[in-house]
């Protein structure tokens, strides 16, 4: 066979090889937002515990920078429970955008920027901004929070920091490989 003949055959499978690999970065990272990020949104709009409660590994392990607490998952999610179950409480939907994500087969590094909107008693829309940080890890097929950091920097994240990081469908933006 010459080497014409070999040039077109090595380049279409070169483009095919580079299309599917593609196709499963872009597999992947949808898994991991829909997996965190749909969810934990989710749960945040429908006040929904058992969603919340699902998408963190037994092992999590919360960081409050504001709050200066380190708490385990079952006192983490049980303070979850109980503001999620009083009869006044409100939806706070929460939107996030990230600028950094390092990826294994089992793990993930996340970090971003959250948006809570908050609808006060005289009905004015308010938001609330912090920066996190979150370890996910495989766990029977699902990405779950193994590491949950956040802090608002001493009220420092704002809009525009929010802004200025990326959507979470913007993986190419973020994804440091």
Same mark, same amino acid.
């Given at each position: 066979?010459?080497?014409?003949?070999?040039? %077109?055959?090595?380049? &279409? @499978?070169?483009?095919?090889?580079?299309? &599917?690999?593609?196709?499963? =970065? $872009? @597999?992947?990272?949808? #898994?991991? +937002?829909?997996?965190?990020?749909?969810?934990?949104?989710?749960?945040?709009?429908?006040?929904?515990? $058992?969603?919340?409660?699902?998408?963190?590994?037994?092992?999590?392990?919360?960081?409050?920078?504001?709050?200066? =607490?380190?708490?385990? @998952?079952?006192?983490?999610?049980?303070?979850?429970?109980?503001?999620?179950?009083? %009869?006044?409480?409100? %939806?706070? %939907?929460? $939107?996030?955008?990230?600028? =950094?994500?390092?990826?294994?087969?089992?793990?993930?590094?996340?970090?971003?920027?959250?948006?809570?909107?908050?609808?006060?008693?005289? +009905?004015?829309? #308010?938001?609330?901004?912090?920066?996190?940080? &979150?370890?996910?890890?495989?766990? $029977?097929?699902?990405?779950?929070?193994?590491?949950?950091?956040?802090?608002? =920097?001493?009220?420092?994240?704002?809009?525009? +920091?929010?802004?200025? @990081?990326?959507?979470?469908?913007?993986?190419?933006?973020?994804?440091?490989?």
């Amino acid at each position: 066979m010459s080497k014409f003949k070999i040039i %077109p055959i090595v380049l &279409v @499978a070169f483009l095919s090889f580079i299309h &599917v690999t593609i196709a499963q =970065e $872009d @597999a992947i990272h949808k #898994k991991i +937002n829909a997996d965190m990020y749909g969810k934990f949104s989710k749960a945040f709009k429908t006040l929904d515990y $058992d969603l919340f409660a699902s998408i963190h590994s037994k092992e999590m392990i919360r960081i409050s920078g504001n709050g200066g =607490e380190i708490k385990k @998952a079952g006192t983490y999610l049980k303070g979850y429970q109980k503001r999620w179950s009083a %009869p006044s409480q409100k %939806p706070a %939907p929460i $939107d996030f955008r990230l600028f =950094e994500r390092v990826y294994s087969d089992s793990l993930v590094s996340d970090r971003g920027i959250y948006r809570v909107t908050y609808i006060d008693d005289n +009905n004015q829309t #308010k938001y609330s901004y912090g920066q996190f940080h &979150v370890v996910l890890k495989m766990e $029977d097929q699902s990405w779950k929070i193994l590491i949950d950091y956040d802090s608002d =920097e001493n009220k420092t994240i704002t809009k525009d +920091n929010y802004d200025a @990081a990326f959507s979470i469908s913007e993986y190419k933006k973020y994804w440091k490989h």
